[in-house]
Each structure stands twice: as C-alpha cells, then as structure tokens.
C-alpha cells in the first residue's frame, strides 16, 4: 500500500514557474513507477509525465515536453514535477500516481497506475 500527498499548487501568473511535490509513504519507494496527470473541469484526466523507479527514464505527453520536468529523489521519498512557462491552460488539478511496474516507462493512461494522490489545484491566471 502506498499513500500519497501531493503540495505545492496555487495562483500564478501566465510566464511563471511552479513546483509540485508528490511525497510517499510506504515501502520500496524506488519500485514504483511515478506519473503526474492532472485534470480540468469536464476534461478527462491527462498524462503528463512518468519516471521509472531508477529515475533514469522519463516519458512526456507533448503537451508538456520541454516545459515541465518529472524527476525524484528515492531518499526522501518524493517526485517532483517542476513546471515553467505556465500558460491559462495549464489551470487544472494535478496529481501523482504510482505504479509498481518499477521500470516501464511507457505507461500514459490513468488505468495504469495503482495508487494515487489527493491532487492539487494549479490556476495560472492570464
């Protein structure tokens, strides 16, 4: 079992940049794959990168690639999503979700992981 706990949402500003923190407790933090999606009103919830349990590979949807960054620290139990260039359209929940298919990396939809977060809201404002 896995619990998770995302922080570090809020009002910004369009141009700004953000960090979340998705922080895990439980065993074998390092076995879990960890994705961050996030979700809009009446918008199904949407992938937006993935990092293997080593954090050696890194997976984007194209929506966020080479604006947001996906990376983890396995001692302290937490991945973190750093976001720059942060648009109106970024304005979302966003949350981490962990998979114990440590190693793949190529795993986008929200059916693929087993355990998630409470989510965070993100507005950027224009």
């Known amino acids: 079992q896995v619990q998770l706990v995302e922080s570090g949402g809020g009002l910004v500003q369009a141009g700004s940049s953000l960090s979340l923190s998705c922080t895990a407790s439980g065993r074998a933090f390092s076995g879990y794959a960890m994705g961050w999606f996030r979700q809009a009103p009446g918008k199904e919830r949407e992938f937006l990168a993935r990092v293997t349990g080593s954090g050696r590979s890194t997976n984007y949807s194209d929506s966020v690639t080479g604006r947001f960054t996906i990376f983890r620290d396995n001692a302290a139990n937490t991945v973190y999503l750093q976001m720059n260039s942060l648009e109106p359209a970024d304005t979302a929940v966003y949350y981490c979700?962990?998979?114990?298919?440590?190693?793949?990396?190529?795993?986008?939809?929200?059916?693929?992981?087993?355990?998630w977060g409470q989510g965070t809201q993100v507005t950027v404002s224009s």
């Open positions: 979700a962990a998979d114990p298919r440590g190693s793949l990396i190529r795993a986008t939809t929200w059916s693929d992981y087993a355990y």
